[in-house]
């Protein structure tokens, strides 16, 4: 060290950096003593910064060394200014990069690991000596604690000398990381339980609806018995108008409710009379009166229910027996005044009553009652709905051929 250069340590024993007995300029020894000089002072006075004084030879491969590192760095990390590159080398997990965006304008944060950082070494260094300086936060762990540092500094470039010096402040900010670290476990947290309550809540629907769908089915089944209806009819029921369904442009979970729905249709003869449901012969006129009201009555065990599948099951029970000419009952409706449900409903219902035997009258070949469907086009049925019908012969054949009736 030159005679002209103030030393701001006591003894050069105390300088462990290279640049002041080094061949360098006066000015750059100068400059760095008062730097020196300047960061002890700082700390004297009980700053919370750590000041720091780095430097590299970018020439020389980069590797980084301290001029001067501040005591509370050393009480901090247990090692000697010699030793601070190599230990936060050693030392870091993550390097949290903020940079400024101005298009759109926010705060870009890049967190870095480890191994990204020994990888981006001499990137980082390059990055700092174009940008000026370093703004950053590293996370490191020493003895198994961890602790975080906040780095700010200016990065000086001396071309003649081929050094880099990089004057900076560190700030201990683990109190602050710590619960930022914190909240992100409660929210990480906090979206798994929302997930599993997620799960929890769908479960619980899909066994709600089985449920609600069980004891449909069960009523369903306790209607068709005293009725004498079979539960294939239930079934090929349920098949034809989703073969209507799909073909009338309903979605999937549209022909689903209705392909669960139809089968309630005749709910409401729990409420008539067996002597009339099970007579023999034909029924007089107070008595089809009668029969007539199993719509009402259907309609209302299924009213008031919330879900998609009661709301159309109780508009089919209600109207399953309307005509597209208005001849039809309970209400006499005409056309696109039925809804689509039971318009696709009586079409299928009565293909299936013809297609079967009644202890009144032998079961109709598959072609016959096509053709009285066909007759019934613009009369008893949708005229749509019976062309989209006969279009789809082929998977109506099927159903009718996987359980023929009896
Ligand atoms: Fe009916
Ligand atoms: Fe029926």
Known sequence: MTKNISSPFGNLDQYTGRILIGPYSHTLKNNLASAIAHFKALEQLGSALIPYIAAWLPEDGGNIWYEYAGKTLHSLLGFHTTEVAEALRDNIITRCLYRIQKNPPAIDKIIRDKSQIERMRPALRRMAERGGGVDAIYKFEVNSSPFWLKDLSRVEIHEREGVVLSYGTLIDVTKEMQLEESLIKVQTELEFHKGNLESLVEDRTRELQKAQLDVLTRLTQAASFRDGVTGDHIKRLSQYCAVLGSSCGLSKTANT??????????????????????????????????????????????????????????????????????????????DRQIPLASRITSICDVFDALTSARPYKKAWHFEEAVDEIRRQRNIHFDPKIVDLFVKKIPQIKKVYQDTPPV
Do not use: N
Not at 287 to 310: A, M, N, P, Q, Y
């Open 257 to 334: 409710v209705l392909y669960h729905a139809v089968p309630m249709h005749d709910v409401g003869k729990l409420g008539i009379a067996d002597a009339i449901l099970q007579k023999q012969g034909p029924l007089s006129d107070d008595e089809f009166e009668i029969i007539k009201t199993h719509c009402h009555v259907g309609s209302d065990l299924l009213s008031k229910g919330k879900s998609s599948l009661l709301r159309v099951a109780q508009s089919i029970a209600l109207s399953h027996h309307e005509r597209w000419d208005g001849s039809g009952y309970p209400q006499g409706l005409t």
